[in-house]
């Protein structure tokens, strides 16, 4: 790649990847494990980020035990490792020697076709949440993790048979799962960061419904949350759901709902006046969705509160 190129460096094989970044040449097309601490860039290679067409699960450890990693809007000790997912096609910045270890795995999708795993792994939220938001394990789940992460990597340098590929998907699934219950675990011990966050967030919904210039720019999205937030729609949902039950959604929807029942009960403002106040383009659709949420139109509630 010539130098002073800016654009991302493109991975679409694992070949390519081990290549530029030092290792030898997987042993299946598909799907590898590489050890962080011997990763090297091919010196003929310049870029500043790159993007891969593969999943990616990432343990690595700061072996100089001092390093802190932003989770949410606190700091968490990173030390003892963690966790880092990604999904096809995100970009990375070029790693420098950071004096981290550990390993990554890397499987391409087309390793999961024709297995159910090929559409249930969109269902991992965790594949769209931001660095800064990682799994910090415990020692037992890292031996856990860890023992996954070796039984994969056991099957790929010694019994690639015609039974190698159900025992790899059927341990992608394990660590998946663990993984899910983990984060859960990790939504409920940091507890004091959850309702910090949940404490924000009712804070800019107020007053994003209670500011007009706001409300001209229409409904809040959960990506206008996220952003003011510092953390990523799919981690901001997630947390959410594990600590009140609900997504985010259903949250900017509990708040309009609110407002929409004080302005209904409190002014003579029209239906229409209201839902054009509370930033529906439709009054239409503001209707539909008070009715979804309370069981009676707007017309209905304001006769029943009079």
Known sequence: MKKGNNSPRKFESLTDFHRVFGQSQPLHPLISIIDVKNTKINPEESFTSFTVDFYKIAYKINITHDAKAKYGQGHYDFGEGGLIFSAPNQIFETPKNSGKSGCVLHF????????????????????????????????????????IFK??????????????????????????????????????TRKGVNNDLLFKMEEILDDYFSNKSLLSQGLPTVQYLSDRLKISPSYLSDMLRSFTGQNAQHHIHIT???????????????????????????????????????????????????
């Open 108 to 147: 391409h999708p087309d390793f999961l076709l024709s297995y159910p795993l090929a559409k249930k792994i969109k269902q991992y939220g965790f594949f769209s949440y931001a660095s800064n938001e990682a799994l910090h394990l415990s020692d037992a789940e890292k031996e856990t993790i860890l023992s």
């Open 151 to 188: 039984i994969i990597d056991d099957e790929l340098k010694s019994r690639i048979d015609d039974f190698s590929h159900d025992v790899i998907i059927s341990q992608l699934e394990l660590l998946l799962n663990y993984c899910n219950r983990f984060y859960k675990r990790q939504f409920i």
């Open 256 to 306: 309009l709902i609110e407002k929409a029942k004080e302005k209904l009960s409190t002014t003579e403002n029209s239906i229409s006046e209201i839902a054009y106040a509370l930033g529906f383009a439709h009054p239409q659709s503001f209707s539909k969705l008070f009715k979804a949420k309370v069981g009676q139109s707007p017309v209905e509630f304001r006769v029943h509160f009079n």
